[in-house]
């Protein structure tokens, strides 16, 4: 058990809606990172948050936004969903906030699988 | 842009055999991580090598560093069911630091 918490499991959705993912850190961990993974492109970085902050972008869709609450879960936001949106969403923190978890391990949920339909 | 690649995608092996996957990025890097990911789980930290030439070992694991810290190697030796998965190589962006995931090598054991 990484430590990390991902909900919900599972999603299926529509195209057009909206959609939100939650994550919980490791307990002392300010970092959380957003991946997405889909079978053919791998481990996308979406965006890193630290201590509340946005710390790093990678490349994640104007139609996707996040956020860090000052209890330091986070929120993956995605809407007007596409069927390319389809994908595992995983959540990953670190200890450190170097940018990206450069220099930190990290430490994955089980992630979220999005269907939409 | 910055790219981090693995090589095999693929590697099907017969239970005992050794397997070794390779990993190498445009730029020089300042840390190599890697990563496990059984199937349906998720990734799960192995090791970091900071500094050129590394060698690590874990059990029958052996992670390598190469001298211009632009490529590292993951070599398993007498492998088992058990090392089934894909194994990821990632490292920083030489831009702003965030952590690039090679596309990974899928590792199959026949027992």
């Known amino acids: 058990d990484s430590g990390v918490t991902q909900t919900p499991k599972h999603l299926i959705t529509a195209t057009g809606q909206r959609v939100t993912l939650r994550c919980s850190p490791r307990?002392?961990?300010?970092?959380v990172y957003w991946y997405q993974q889909s079978l053919d492109q791998g481990l996308q970085f979406l965006i890193q948050?630290?201590?509340?902050?946005?710390?790093a972008k990678g490349n994640i869709l104007e139609r996707f936004s996040a956020q860090q609450f000052p209890d330091l879960h986070s929120e993956l936001n995605l809407s007007s969903l596409e069927l390319g949106d389809s994908a595992l969403y995983f959540c990953?923190?670190?200890?450190?906030?170097?940018?990206?978890?450069?220099?930190?391990?990290?430490?994955f949920g089980n992630g979220t699988r999005l269907t939409v339909t | 842009g910055q790219q981090v690649m693995q090589i095999p995608q693929y590697q099907h092996v017969q239970e005992g055999e050794d397997f070794t996957t390779y990993c190498n990025s445009s730029?020089?890097?300042?840390?190599i991580q890697w990563y496990k990911q059984r199937p349906g789980g998720h990734p799960v930290f192995l090791i970091q090598l900071v500094k050129s030439g590394e060698v690590k070992k874990q059990k029958r694991l052996t992670f390598q560093f190469g001298e211009a810290k632009k490529n590292s190697s993951l070599h398993i030796t007498a492998t088992q069911t058990t090392d089934v998965g894909t194994y990821f190589c990632a490292g920083p962006n030489n831009q702003g630091g965030k952590l690039i995931f090679g596309q990974g090598t899928e590792l199959s054991v026949k027992p």
């Open positions: 990953a923190s670190s200890v450190g906030g170097g940018t990206g978890g450069a220099n930190s391990p990290l430490h």
């Open positions: 307990s002392g961990d300010l970092s």
């Open positions: 948050y630290y201590n509340g902050e946005e710390r």
């Open positions: 730029t020089t890097l300042s840390n």
